[in-house]
C-alpha cells in the first residue's frame, strides 16, 4: 500500500520528482530536499524573507521517520495534492492525530490556501503550541478573511499563550487589509507592553498598518523609536508617505536612507521613482535613475517600468519609450505605463497603436482601458472612444468603473455631447463620483452651458464640499458671462461654509533648484528681472496680435487692473524665470497647482512662438505642450 501511494505521488507532483521510491517506500533522500525551508514571516516587500522561526518538530522523529519531511517539503513546494494524498496515507495508518504529523499538516493546507482544511485538522489538536497558532494566523493574514486571523489573536490569550513576534506581523496585516485602526491600536498598545515595539519586523508591520489607515504620523513615530533599521523598515516608512499623497517626504526619507548606507532595494526605487513622478520632479528622477545603475539594477524590469512612468509623467515620453523597448519581459504594467503616458501627453495616435501591439502580446486590463479611453478623449476620438469602451465590456468582460466613466464623459464633453454626456452619467452602473461630475462641470465651462454646471456643482458640493476649485470654475462661467450676481452669490456661499480659495502656484526647476511662484509673487530675488522679461515679451505679444482676456477675473474691476492681474499669474512668473535662466532652445518644463486659465493658455502659445521654446505645463488636469504657438490640447482642456 505504501509503495503505491508513493508511486502515486511522484506521478502526480514534479516538486518531488527528486524523492525516487520505486525502489525502496522509505529511502533516505538527499539533505537537500528536507532542509528546512525559511519560512515568509516577514510581511514585506514579498512573501519571501529572510526569517526563520524555529519549528518545534523536526523533519524526523522516531515514531515517523519520513512523513513529517515529506510534509515539510510539501510545505516549501506550496505542493497541496501530493500534501493530501499524504494525509489520507496517515489516517489509513491511523497516526493523523499525532501532534508532530498534524502541525505539518496544518501548515502545508494552510500554505497552499486551503484554510477550510486547516482550520478544521487545527480544531482536532490537543495541544497546540505557538508555532501552529502562527501557521493558521499567517494564513488568514495573507489570504483572508482577514477577520479571522484578528479573531485567532484573541484567541491565544484564552488558550493562555501569547503572541510572539511572529504573530503580530501577521495579525497587523489583517488589520492593515481591513483597515482596522481601532484593533491596529490596541495590537499597538500590547506591542509595548510586551517590549516588542524595538523588533524591526514588528515594527515594520506597525508602520503598514498606520499607512494604510492613513495615519502617517503615527507611522513615522513608530519609525523614529526603531534605532536598528534594515531596509525593509525604510521601504515601510517610504511607501507610508509615497502611498498616502506626501511625496515631497518620501523624496526626503529617501535621501536620508542614502545617507545612512542602508543599501536601497527593487522596493526602494520603484517607491522613490514613483514619488518624483507624481511631483514631475525629473533632476531627481534622474539622480535616483543613476543610484538605481550603480546599485545593478539596470536589468531590473519593475524599476525600469517605474522610470519609464516617471520619465513620461515629467514630460520626457521618448525616453519612456526607449526604457519600456529595452524591458525584457513587457508586463501588464508595463504596457499600462507607457500608453498612459502618451495619453496624458495627448499623443492619442501613439497610445492607440501601442494598445493594438499590447491586444498580441498581453490581455488589457481596466487600467489599460482607462490610458485607451483618455487617449481617445485628448484626441477627441469620439467613435474610436465608443468602439473601445464596447469592447472593453463585450470583449474582455470588464465591467465599467467610475475611472472609465469619467473618461467617457469627459471624451463627450470635448466632442461637444454634453447631453449624451449627462445621460450617461444618469444609467451609470456604479455610483458618479466627483471625478465624473468634475468631468462634466470642465466640459460645461469649455462650452458655456451654465445650466448642466450649476446641477454638476450641486453635486460636486456634496462630494467634496471642501474644494474650492469647482466653485471657482463656475464663477468664472458667471464673469465670462458678467452674471456678477451669480459670482456675488457664490463669494457668499463660499465664506458660509468656510472655503477658502486655493492660491495659484506655480513651480520650475532650474540648476536642480526649484523655485515656486505664487500669483503676483515680488518676493523671489530676481522679481525685478522676471517681470522686466515679462513687460518685454508683453510687448512683443502685442505686436504679434495678442489681446489679454480677462474673463477668467471674476471681480467686478476695471479692465487695466483685471489685465495686471491675468499678466501676473504664477505660470508666467515661472516661464519669465526660466528664459532669462537657461539657454536659448531649451526646454521649460512648469508644474501647476490649479487649472491653467485661457488667458495664459492663449499667453504661452505665443511665448512658445516668439523666443521659439517648447513650454511644457502640467496642470491639475492634464500637460499642455507649447510649441512653435500651438498647444497639444488642441485648445480644450
Same mark, same amino acid.
Given at each position: 500500500?505504501s509503495f503505491?501511494?508513493?508511486?502515486?505521488t511522484?506521478?502526480t507532483s514534479?516538486?518531488?520528482?527528486?524523492?525516487?521510491?520505486?525502489?525502496?517506500?522509505?529511502?533516505?533522500p538527499?539533505?537537500?530536499?528536507?532542509?528546512?525551508?525559511?519560512?515568509?514571516?516577514?510581511?514585506?516587500?514579498?512573501?519571501?524573507?529572510?526569517?526563520?522561526?524555529?519549528?518545534?518538530?523536526?523533519?524526523?522523529t522516531?515514531?515517523?521517520?519520513?512523513?513529517?519531511?515529506?510534509?515539510?517539503?510539501?510545505?516549501?513546494?506550496?505542493?497541496?495534492?501530493?500534501g493530501?494524498?499524504?494525509?489520507?496515507?496517515?489516517?489509513h495508518?491511523?497516526i493523523?492525530?499525532?501532534?508532530?504529523?498534524?502541525?505539518?499538516?496544518?501548515?502545508?493546507?494552510?500554505?497552499c490556501n486551503?484554510?477550510?482544511?486547516?482550520h478544521?485538522?487545527?480544531?482536532?489538536?490537543?495541544?497546540?503550541?505557538?508555532?501552529?497558532w502562527n501557521?493558521?494566523?499567517?494564513?488568514?493574514?495573507?489570504?483572508?478573511?482577514?477577520?479571522?486571523?484578528?479573531?485567532?489573536?484573541?484567541?491565544?490569550f484564552?488558550?493562555?499563550l501569547?503572541?510572539?513576534?511572529f504573530?503580530l506581523?501577521?495579525v497587523?496585516?489583517?488589520?492593515?487589509?481591513?483597515?482596522?485602526?481601532?484593533?491596529?491600536?490596541?495590537?499597538?498598545?500590547y506591542?509595548r507592553?510586551s517590549?516588542?515595539?524595538?523588533?524591526?519586523?514588528?515594527g515594520?508591520?506597525l508602520?503598514?498598518?498606520?499607512?494604510?489607515c492613513?495615519c502617517v504620523v503615527?507611522?513615522?513615530?513608530?519609525?523614529n523609536?526603531?534605532?536598528?533599521r534594515?531596509?525593509?523598515?525604510?521601504?515601510?516608512?517610504?511607501?507610508?508617505?509615497a502611498q498616502?499623497?506626501?511625496?515631497?517626504?518620501?523624496?526626503?526619507?529617501?535621501?536620508?536612507?542614502?545617507?545612512?548606507g542602508?543599501?536601497?532595494?527593487e522596493?526602494?526605487?520603484?517607491?522613490?521613482?514613483?514619488?518624483s513622478?507624481d511631483?514631475?520632479?525629473?533632476?531627481?528622477?534622474?539622480e535616483?535613475?543613476?543610484v538605481g545603475?550603480?546599485h545593478?539594477?539596470?536589468?531590473?524590469d519593475?524599476?525600469?517600468?517605474?522610470?519609464l512612468?516617471m520619465?513620461?509623467k515629467?514630460?520626457?515620453?521618448?525616453?519612456?519609450?526607449?526604457?519600456?523597448?529595452?524591458?525584457r519581459?513587457?508586463?501588464?504594467?508595463?504596457?499600462n505605463?507607457?500608453i498612459?503616458?502618451?495619453?496624458?501627453?495627448?499623443?492619442?495616435?501613439?497610445?492607440?497603436?501601442?494598445?493594438?501591439?499590447?491586444?498580441?502580446?498581453?490581455?488589457?486590463?481596466?487600467?489599460?482601458?482607462?490610458g485607451?479611453l483618455a487617449?481617445?478623449?485628448?484626441?477627441?476620438?469620439?467613435?474610436?472612444g465608443?468602439?473601445?469602451?464596447?469592447?472593453?465590456?463585450?470583449?474582455?468582460?470588464?465591467?465599467?468603473t467610475?475611472?472609465?466613466?469619467?473618461?467617457m464623459?469627459?471624451?463627450?464633453?470635448?466632442?461637444c455631447?454634453l447631453?449624451?454626456a449627462?445621460?450617461?452619467?444618469?444609467?451609470?452602473?456604479?455610483k458618479?463620483?466627483?471625478?465624473?461630475w468634475?468631468?462634466?462641470?470642465? +466640459?460645461? /465651462?469649455t462650452? &458655456?452651458?451654465?445650466e @448642466?454646471a450649476? #446641477?454638476a456643482?450641486? !453635486?460636486?458640493?456634496?462630494?467634496?464640499?471642501?474644494?474650492?476649485?469647482?466653485?471657482v470654475?463656475?464663477?468664472?462661467?458667471?464673469?465670462? +458671462?458678467? /452674471?456678477?450676481e &451669480?459670482?456675488?452669490? @457664490?463669494?457668499? #456661499?463660499?465664506?458660509? !461654509?468656510?472655503i477658502?480659495?486655493?492660491?495659484?502656484?506655480?513651480?520650475?526647476?532650474?540648476?536642480?533648484?526649484?523655485?515656486a511662484?505664487?500669483?503676483g509673487?515680488?518676493?523671489?530675488p530676481?522679481?525685478?528681472?522676471?517681470?522686466?522679461?515679462? !513687460?518685454r515679451?508683453?510687448?512683443l505679444m502685442?505686436?504679434?496680435?495678442?489681446?489679454?482676456?480677462?474673463?477668467?477675473?471674476?471681480?467686478?474691476?476695471?479692465?487695466?487692473?483685471?489685465?495686471?492681474?491675468?499678466c501676473?499669474?504664477s505660470?508666467?512668473?515661472?516661464i519669465?524665470?526660466?528664459?532669462?535662466?537657461?539657454?536659448?532652445g531649451?526646454q521649460?518644463l512648469?508644474?501647476?497647482?490649479?487649472?491653467?486659465c485661457e488667458?495664459?493658455?492663449?499667453?504661452?502659445?505665443?511665448?512658445?512662438?516668439?523666443?521659439?521654446?517648447e513650454i511644457?505645463?502640467?496642470?491639475?488636469n492634464r500637460?499642455h505642450?507649447f510649441?512653435?504657438?500651438?498647444c497639444?490640447?488642441?485648445?480644450c482642456?
Amino acid at each position: 500500500m505504501s509503495f503505491l501511494f508513493i508511486q502515486k505521488t511522484q506521478q502526480t507532483s514534479r516538486t518531488l520528482s527528486t524523492l525516487s521510491f520505486l525502489s525502496n517506500p522509505f529511502p533516505l533522500p538527499p539533505p537537500s530536499v528536507f532542509q528546512q525551508p525559511q519560512l515568509s514571516y516577514h510581511l514585506f516587500p514579498t512573501q519571501q524573507t529572510p526569517r526563520h522561526e524555529v519549528d518545534p518538530f523536526p523533519a524526523s522523529t522516531p515514531s515517523s521517520p519520513n512523513y513529517a519531511s515529506l510534509l515539510q517539503s510539501c510545505v516549501a513546494a506550496k505542493a497541496l495534492r501530493p500534501g493530501k494524498q499524504i494525509h489520507a496515507q496517515l489516517c489509513h495508518l491511523g497516526i493523523a492525530q499525532n501532534e508532530n504529523l498534524a502541525t505539518k499538516l496544518v501548515h502545508v493546507y494552510s500554505v497552499c490556501n486551503s484554510l477550510r482544511d486547516a482550520h478544521h485538522l487545527f480544531d482536532k489538536i490537543s495541544k497546540r503550541n505557538l508555532f501552529l497558532w502562527n501557521v493558521l494566523i499567517r494564513g488568514y493574514a495573507w489570504n483572508g478573511p482577514h477577520e479571522a486571523a484578528i479573531s485567532l489573536y484573541h484567541q491565544m490569550f484564552d488558550y493562555g499563550l501569547k503572541p510572539d513576534n511572529f504573530t503580530l506581523p501577521f495579525v497587523l496585516k489583517a488589520c492593515s487589509a481591513l483597515s482596522a485602526i481601532g484593533e491596529g491600536r490596541g495590537i499597538h498598545e500590547y506591542v509595548r507592553r510586551s517590549g516588542w515595539e524595538s523588533d524591526v519586523f514588528v515594527g515594520a508591520a506597525l508602520v503598514d498598518m498606520y499607512a494604510k489607515c492613513g495615519c502617517v504620523v503615527d507611522a513615522r513615530h513608530v519609525f523614529n523609536k526603531i534605532a536598528e533599521r534594515d531596509a525593509v523598515l525604510w521601504n515601510s516608512m517610504l511607501a507610508a508617505y509615497a502611498q498616502n499623497g506626501h511625496p515631497d517626504e518620501a523624496l526626503s526619507l529617501g535621501r536620508e536612507m542614502a545617507a545612512t548606507g542602508v543599501r536601497p532595494t527593487e522596493a526602494t526605487l520603484v517607491t522613490v521613482v514613483s514619488s518624483s513622478a507624481d511631483i514631475a520632479c525629473l533632476p531627481h528622477g534622474k539622480e535616483i535613475h543613476g543610484v538605481g545603475w550603480r546599485h545593478g539594477f539596470e536589468s531590473n524590469d519593475k524599476v525600469r517600468t517605474a522610470l519609464l512612468d516617471m520619465y513620461a509623467k515629467c514630460g520626457h515620453v521618448r525616453v519612456a519609450r526607449i526604457l519600456f523597448e529595452r524591458l525584457r519581459e513587457k508586463r501588464v504594467v508595463s504596457w499600462n505605463a507607457i500608453i498612459t503616458g502618451y495619453a496624458m501627453h495627448g499623443l492619442a495616435a501613439e497610445a492607440l497603436d501601442l494598445f493594438e501591439k499590447m491586444r498580441k502580446e498581453a490581455q488589457p486590463d481596466h487600467v489599460t482601458f482607462v490610458g485607451v479611453l483618455a487617449a481617445c478623449s485628448r484626441g477627441r476620438l469620439l467613435e474610436e472612444g465608443r468602439a473601445f469602451y464596447n469592447m472593453m465590456v463585450r470583449d474582455y468582460c470588464i465591467n465599467p468603473t467610475a475611472q472609465h466613466y469619467t473618461c467617457m464623459v469627459d471624451l463627450l464633453g470635448h466632442c461637444c455631447q454634453l447631453d449624451e454626456a449627462y445621460d450617461l452619467i444618469r444609467n451609470m452602473g456604479v455610483k458618479p463620483d466627483s471625478g465624473v461630475w468634475g468631468a462634466l462641470l470642465n +466640459s460645461c /465651462k469649455t462650452h &458655456g452651458n451654465l445650466e @448642466l454646471a450649476e #446641477l454638476a456643482l450641486e !453635486k460636486l458640493s456634496e462630494l467634496e464640499p471642501d474644494n474650492s476649485g469647482n466653485y471657482v470654475i463656475l464663477a468664472n462661467m458667471y464673469a465670462q +458671462s458678467g /452674471k456678477w450676481e &451669480g459670482v456675488a452669490r @457664490l463669494r457668499q #456661499l463660499m465664506n458660509d !461654509k468656510g472655503i477658502k480659495k486655493n492660491i495659484a502656484c506655480s513651480w520650475i526647476e532650474v540648476k536642480n533648484k526649484v523655485h515656486a511662484f505664487l500669483t503676483g509673487d515680488v518676493s523671489h530675488p530676481n522679481s525685478n528681472s522676471i517681470y522686466a522679461e515679462l !513687460k518685454r515679451l508683453e510687448g512683443l505679444m502685442h505686436e504679434a496680435g495678442y489681446t489679454p482676456d480677462t474673463g477668467s477675473v471674476f471681480h467686478d474691476v476695471e479692465e487695466d487692473e483685471k489685465t495686471d492681474m491675468v499678466c501676473s499669474h504664477s505660470e508666467r512668473l515661472a516661464i519669465a524665470y526660466g528664459l532669462i535662466n537657461t539657454l536659448p532652445g531649451t526646454q521649460l518644463l512648469i508644474t501647476k497647482n490649479l487649472r491653467i486659465c485661457e488667458d495664459c493658455h492663449v499667453a504661452i502659445k505665443f511665448i512658445s512662438k516668439i523666443t521659439e521654446r517648447e513650454i511644457t505645463v502640467r496642470d491639475v488636469n492634464r500637460y499642455h505642450h507649447f510649441k512653435h504657438g500651438t498647444c497639444s490640447c488642441g485648445d480644450c482642456w
